[in-house]
């Protein structure tokens, strides 16, 4: 069973910082893709950040130049370093896994959230 531990979220003022973490454990299959989502009240989920076992990584285009991802020397691990935040980027932000599984489409796993709050 797949299991996420996230951590990072809080309360910070407009402009301020938050480092997002997240360690997925329970698949000994490969994990080939990890990253975030997140959903504001009212309003679809949204893509923010991406990270590739290969490295590569994308980024909506809302948050390039301020956000950035990153993987931990453990596979099952990362991170989401998150500047100049703003008040609409309040939101509970999902952590999320892509496993690979032998002769099987990749599936996808959700962290249980974590929200960040944006406010003066």
């Known amino acids: 069973q797949v299991q996420f531990v996230e951590s990072g979220g809080g309360l910070v003022q407009p402009g301020g910082s938050l480092r997002l973490s997240c360690e997925a454990s329970?698949?000994?299959?490969?994990?080939?893709?990890m990253g975030w989502y997140r959903q504001v009240p009212g309003k679809e989920s949204e893509m923010v950040a991406t990270?590739?076992?290969?490295?590569?990584?994308d980024y909506a285009d809302s948050v390039k130049g301020r956000f950035t991802i990153s993987r931990g020397n453990a596979e099952n691990t990362v991170y989401l370093q998150m500047n100049s935040l703003k008040p609409e980027e309040t939101a509970v932000y999902y952590c999320?896994?892509?496993?690979?599984?032998?002769?099987?489409?990749?599936?996808?796993?959700w962290g249980q959230g974590t929200q960040g709050t944006v406010s003066t």
């Open positions: 999320y896994i892509s496993i690979r599984y032998p002769s099987s489409n990749p599936r996808n796993y």
């Open positions: 990270v590739t076992r290969n490295g590569n990584t």
């Open positions: 329970g698949t000994i299959y490969p994990i080939i893709a």
